[in-house]
């Protein structure tokens, strides 16, 4: 067959496979609207910072200012992340997995302003930081077989969790928006020396300094 006449049926092959699968211009539209949304969103928030372990990608959300704080200032700070505690360690998928539906929930819940002042932790959250407690600390905690507990079983006299005892680690006993609400923490876009209170400022400013 001519090349030309193979090109031209290839051409026509084209268009006929263009116009079955052409999606309508509103429709084209709304879609660009919900990616742009999507887009604008995950700038906003920051999103691509939950794919780390920094504790600092937790004070995207204000709420948690307190328990960023109190955790930056625990014997935790120079060992463990938030990652560390708050997601399973059994594969990779496991734990993003686990942080996606976390995100989503506490992404829905801050957005609608619906959080309480005292959040307490849910049954997989809870199950998830008694299971990495013992993978920590399991030579030392042989005795109390803490790795049989699970908040079902506490719930049904069956033992103890670790925090049930070690209640101020690392968070503290006062864990509310409103215990710590000045806590110094580095929220994002906020320089350090922003959040310096002034009587510090002057003890550290080279003026003073040399005197």
Partial sequence: MNPRYQQEAADSKLRRLSKRTRIPPHLAAIFGVF???GLFAAYKSNALSYLSDDPRACVNCHVMGSYYASHAHS??????TCNDCHVPHT?????YAFKARDGLYHASVFTIRGEPQAMRIKE???NVV???CVRCHGNLTEIVLPQTI???AKEHGAGHLCWDCHRDVPHGTRRSISATPN????????????IMPAWLKAQTSPSTSKK
Avoid: E
């Fill in 75 to 80: 014997s935790h700070a120079s060992v463990a």
């Fill in 150 to 152: 699970t908040l079902a």
């Fill in 130 to 132: 008694q299971a990495n």
């Fill in 35 to 37: 990616i742009g949304l």
């Fill in 124 to 126: 997989a959250g809870a």
């Fill in 91 to 95: 594969g990779i998928v496991a734990k």
């Fill in 183 to 194: 806590a110094l923490v580095p929220y994002p876009g906020t320089p350090a020396a922003s």
